[in-house]
């Protein structure tokens, strides 16, 4: 059996070996390093594939929520609510900027954020939300986009996890995750479902003032060169970046398609097994399954980690600790938070190793061992 992985980016590399290394070799040949040809096909490429008005591409998922945030014109102090349950990234820009981060909870059973929790959180600073599509799936958008609405609040999609997935609206119109909120904002970390062979991020808007602003700020303010209107930042997805990406993003659907093989057999595996509960998708979305994460039912999860590692078998804690439990938003006052929902499923639960290289004897072999330690 070849060696298990958390994400296996080298024989997934390999496939494509071939491609890609030509690609690569074409950006040196061409020294445009920095916004080449490359970099205007992919973001072009991208910008058909989410389904949006306009991309623009930067250096990293977390300067992709830093640019979009820059954007709004919001004031110190302004509060911006966002999950708990989340990477740290989503949170972290929001107190850099000298805003206000708002913890609010997530869903039990999609661990994306709360509608209702969001509703209960605004006041009048209240200036943008930020959900989260967790692990790989849509948090609930229609209803999220109603609450902007009523509230007169801007809505900025974390799409880092879940690049490719499909919403639903009631009417029956699909949209891609990403091209639903007033911005939206992706990672090509190499472990996302769509990775680079380093950083990359990309916003995305249908609104033609805000990818303006958004352009400008990642270019240190400027339109002319030499000419800063505004204060930015230095945010640049490289040329050998962005052809690696638009090789890969032809393959994501296939990715999503392994991904996604990979997560129904762990589901028949652990269908109905008293201590695991399975992702449970939500009738709004499918699942790109980014991570596939369980919620263990009265288990020893430390336990359960530690034999998997004794048996060559992968496993993580997304994420150990929420929000608002992490020290460095010690100065938003901490104390006064009562996330049950997020506490609760912090202490349970466990992600498998879950990538578009894995057979089936490598499921079989994970699902049993875990199996053979629940049932103990
Ligand atoms: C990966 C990730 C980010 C940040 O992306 P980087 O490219 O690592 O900066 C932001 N939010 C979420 C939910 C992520 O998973």
New binding site residues.
């Given amino acids: 059996m070849r060696p298990i992985q958390m994400v296996d980016t080298k024989n997934q590399y390999l496939k494509i070996k071939n491609e890609v290394d030509a690609a690569i070799h074409e950006v040196l040949d061409s020294a445009a390093y920095i916004n080449g040809k490359a970099v205007q096909d992919f973001t072009k490429s991208l910008n058909d594939y989410i389904g949006s008005k306009f991309t623009i591409s930067c ?7 830093q640019i979009a945030m820059m954007a709004l014109d919001l004031q110190p102090g302004d509060e911006v609510i966002t999950p708990s349950f ?5 949170t972290e820009v929001v107190a850099l900027l000298k805003l206000k981060p708002v913890f609010v909870e997530v869903d039990a059973k999609t661990f994306c954020i709360d509608p209702e929790s969001i509703k209960k959180a605004i006041t009048p600073k209240t200036k943008a939300i930020v959900p ?3 692990y790989g799936q849509a948090a609930n958008m229609e209803a999220i986009m109603q609450i902007a609405e009523e509230h007169n609040l801007f809505v900025i999609e ?4 879940a690049i490719g997935c499909d919403y639903t609206f009631s009417d029956g119109t699909k949209k891609k995750t990403g091209s639903i909120g007033h911005i939206g ?5 190499p ?2 479902n769509l990775g680079a062979y380093g ?3 990309a916003i995305f808007t249908n609104d033609e003032a805000l990818a303006k602003k958004m352009k400008m700020i990642a270019n240190h303010g400027q339109e002319k060169r030499y000419y800063h209107d505004i204060v930015g930042c230095n945010s640049r997805l490289d040329s050998i970046q962005a052809a690696i990406l638009n090789i890969k993003l032809k393959e994501l659907d296939n990715y999503i398609v392994a991904r996604q093989t990979a997560a129904s057999f762990y589901d028949k595996a652990f269908a109905n097994h008293p201590k695991i509960t399975t992702p449970f998708v939500a009738s709004f979305t499918n699942h790109v399954y ?1 991570q596939y994460t369980l919620i263990l039912n009265n288990a020893d999860r430390d336990g359960l980690n530690a034999y998997l590692a004794e048996k060559k078998i992968p496993s993580m804690i997304y994420y150990p600790v929420p929000g608002h439990k992490q020290k460095m938003f010690a100065a938003f006052g901490l104390d006064k938070y009562d996330l049950k929902t997020t506490d609760w499923l912090t202490e349970r639960v466990i992600s498998l190793p879950i990538h578009t290289e894995l057979d089936e004897e490598q499921l079989t072999y994970i699902t049993s061992e875990i199996l053979n330690y629940l049932n103990k």
């Fill in positions: 250096a990293n998922g977390t300067d992709a929520l989340t990477y740290i990234a989503t989260v599509h967790l974390d799409n880092a996890q904002c992706t990672s090509f970390y472990s996302k950083d990359g991020g980014h």
